[in-house]
């Protein structure tokens, strides 16, 4: 069993940033891939970064590289996501995501199976 717990969320101007954590507790942390994922009102969930299980691969979707960097920190539970030039569009809930299976990178949400409870990340234009 993994519990996630997401912080770092709030309101930004566009063209700033913000950096997200998700601490975990629980079982074989060190040993899985992580993910963040985004919902926007009205939405799908959408993929947005993954980090295998010791940092050593990571992916991005389209419409965030460049711009986001997704870390984790296996000493400490904890998993980020650096979002720097913010857009409007950026605007969601943002969910950390732990494989339940596997070390490798996933952009499926159906291959995680721990879920944060989500935190909100706002940009005004």
């Known amino acids: 069993q993994v519990t996630l717990v997401e912080s770092g969320g709030g309101l930004v101007q566009a063209g700033g940033s913000l950096k997200l954590s998700c601490a975990a507790s629980g079982r074989s942390f060190s040993t899985r891939a992580m993910g963040w994922f985004r919902q926007a009102p009205g939405k799908e969930r959408e993929f947005v970064a993954g980090?295998?299980?010791?940092?050593?691969?990571?992916s991005y979707a389209d419409s965030v590289k460049g711009r986001f960097t997704i870390s984790r920190d296996n000493a400490k539970n904890t998993v980020y996501l650096q979002m720097d030039s913010l857009k409007p569009e950026d605007t969601a809930d943002y969910y950390c995501?732990?494989?339940?299976?596997?070390?490798?990178?996933?952009?499926?949400?159906?291959?995680?199976?721990?879920w944060g409870q989500g935190t909100q990340v706002t940009v005004s234009s």
């Open positions: 995501a732990a494989r339940r299976y596997g070390t490798s990178i996933s952009d499926t949400p159906e291959t995680y199976g721990y």
């Open positions: 980090i295998s299980w010791n940092g050593g691969s990571t």
